[in-house]
């Protein structure tokens, strides 16, 4: 007896259907150097000519963890693409560079091409919110290797600097300041601690939270914020010496990864206010201040470090862009982050 592809789980149909239905969320991605269209072995960009003098390209990948888990009890797919854009976006702008195109990876037990349309909308929105354009990806149906509604999604960005305006943090020193963009909340770092915390049953998350103020299923889901226009924006006008994008580790592990050797910082801790899902958290884990901080990014999701004459109007711009931000410490002489 013959056993087909279908017969083994994987349904090349639902496939088709599921291009079908991602090409118009794709094409709205599209820039002026996309070339070519979706359905090819390889995705095209092609580089201005004249555009740039010494190109140098910066490449990130990243994937969303398991914050997927809250979209699969929630039922709630159109913002997880968000955060896969965003997680390598956010990274590659940290050394100046501008994102070109982004490719997505999405894998599955049994494809349902609705959901996966509905992941890669939220693809697409991330793309257009930093001016990538999502060029390519890959669906893959694995029968037996994934539970029955779950799915994985991991994505890759490429973006391009000149060379000479490649920020490296070499040139930060004793006294320049740090200036925090806040985040829009957790953003897509710390969830298998969160999840213990908070817990799975979508009843109890889907109910009006008092201490928090919302209900913790639309908190927990809150796509990661994209800064990507801010910062390309702000380097125009102002020398940024270093940019550090707060992910998994925290304030602890992300800052001192822009510091040349021999440089440290303090950080203020009460130069903002700590939103109510990071304090209830520690409360709930009940970890330690320093603890929590190498855990969550505390509110604050990028961190620009300038010169003390330039810090006015860095605030300035960036708030010109939408962004809220405020003075979080200094760098000093040593090592590593003081927390104060």
């Known amino acids: 007896m013959a056993i087909s592809y279908k017969d083994s789980g994987v349904d090349v149909e639902r496939g088709y259907e599921a291009v079908k239905l991602m090409r118009e969320h794709v094409k709205s991605t599209y820039t002026e150097g996309v070339l070519g269209d979706i359905g090819s072995f390889g995705g095209f960009f092609e580089l201005a000519k004249g555009k740039y003098r010494n190109p140098v ?3 990130g990948t990243d994937g969303v963890g398991t914050k997927l888990k809250y979209a699969f009890i929630a039922d709630k797919h159109d913002t997880i693409g968000i955060d896969a854009v965003a997680m390598c976006v956010n990274d590659i702008v940290c050394q100046g560079a501008q994102p070109l195109l982004f490719l997505d990876y999405f894998a ?4 349902s091409p609705q959901t996966v349309a509905t992941v890669v909308s939220g693809v697409a929105e991330g793309c257009r919110q930093s001016g990538a354009a999502l060029i390519g990806g890959e669906t893959a149906e694995m029968p037996g290797f994934y539970q029955d509604g779950e799915y994985d999604i991991a994505g890759f960005a490429v973006g391009i600097v000149e ?37 799975e049953d979508i009843e109890t998350l889907s109910k009006y939270d008092e201490e928090l103020g ?64 990071f304090k209830i958290m520690q409360k709930r884990a009940g970890i330690k201040k320093e603890q929590a901080y190498n855990t969550f990014n505390m509110g604050i999701g990028m961190v620009v470090c300038v010169a003390k004459k330039d810090v006015e109007e860095t605030i300035a711009r960036l708030e010109s862009t939408g962004e809220e931000c405020v003075v979080i410490g200094k760098t000093c002489k040593g090592s590593g982050v003081k927390l104060v």
């Not at 806040?182 to 298998?192: D, F, P, R």
């Open 214 to 277: 919302a209900k913790p299923i639309d908190v927990l889901l809150t796509p990661t914020r994209i800064y990507v226009r801010s910062i390309l924006e702000l380097i125009k006008n102002i020398k940024v010496k270093g940019i550090a994008h707060i992910t998994g580790g925290g304030f602890i592990e992300n800052i001192p990864r822009i510091f040349p050797e021999g440089i440290g910082c303090r950080i203020d801790t009460k130069s903002y206010e700590v939103p109510a899902v």
């Open 163 to 199: 060379k000479n305006k490649i920020i490296n943090g070499k040139k930060i020193k004793s006294g320049d300041v740090l200036i925090g963009l806040k985040s829009s909340g957790i953003h897509s770092n710390g969830y298998s601690l969160v999840r213990k915390l908070w817990g």
């Open 108 to 111: 599955t037990g049994r494809l």
């Open 57 to 59: 390209l910066v490449a």
